[in-house]
């Protein structure tokens, strides 16, 4: 295939109406460049704080930490065992590590379940993001919005 049919063929395949702007077909790779960098900017290790830094080093510490996050946000109780059940593509000592090592760190926290006297495996905890850990990644996502707010609004005037 010869560079244009490719160029085409990734063209064809991008949903530029969805754009808060318009592109031009003949500036999507130019799009794309500026789009790089932005999120090259978004993903900078050097800006975000130690906590992100470590929740995004590997695609399977990204995937535990969502899952909690997201038990966190919907009040719901979650431990390692049905941390290692939604994610089956994934050892439940690959996952336990994963928690070990965020508890060590002090990223994930064990809250008190309010009815814990009423549980007899002492194995079950309620793991939560540290409050250290939901303000860097809310923080993150501020940056994140912030960085592609301006992207957009200085597309819009162009």
């Known amino acids: 295939m010869n560079n244009n049919a490719r160029e085409k063929k990734i063209i064809n395949s991008i949903n530029l109406e969805k754009l808060p702007f318009k592109i031009l077909t003949k500036d999507v790779f130019t799009f794309i460049q500026e789009l790089h960098q932005n999120v090259k900017k978004i993903f ?3 800006r975000q704080k130690e906590s992100v830094k470590w929740c995004f080093s590997s695609q399977k510490k990204i995937k535990v930490f969502l899952i909690i996050f997201d038990a966190n946000e919907n009040l719901k109780s979650i431990y390692k065992e049905e941390v ?39 194995k079950i905890l309620n793991i939560r993001p540290s409050e250290e850990l939901i303000a860097d990644f809310i923080n993150w996502n501020i940056d994140a919005i912030c960085i592609l707010k301006d992207y957009c609004d200085l597309k819009k005037k162009n």
Do not use: Q
């Not at 996952?95 to 965020?102: F, H, L, R, S």
């Open 84 to 122: 290692s059940k939604r994610l089956p593509e994934y050892s439940y000592k690959t996952v336990a590590t994963i928690i070990d090592e965020g508890l060590k760190k002090g990223y994930f926290v064990n809250l008190k379940l309010s009815d814990l006297n009423k549980i007899s495996d002492k």
């Open 44 to 46: 900078s290790f050097t």
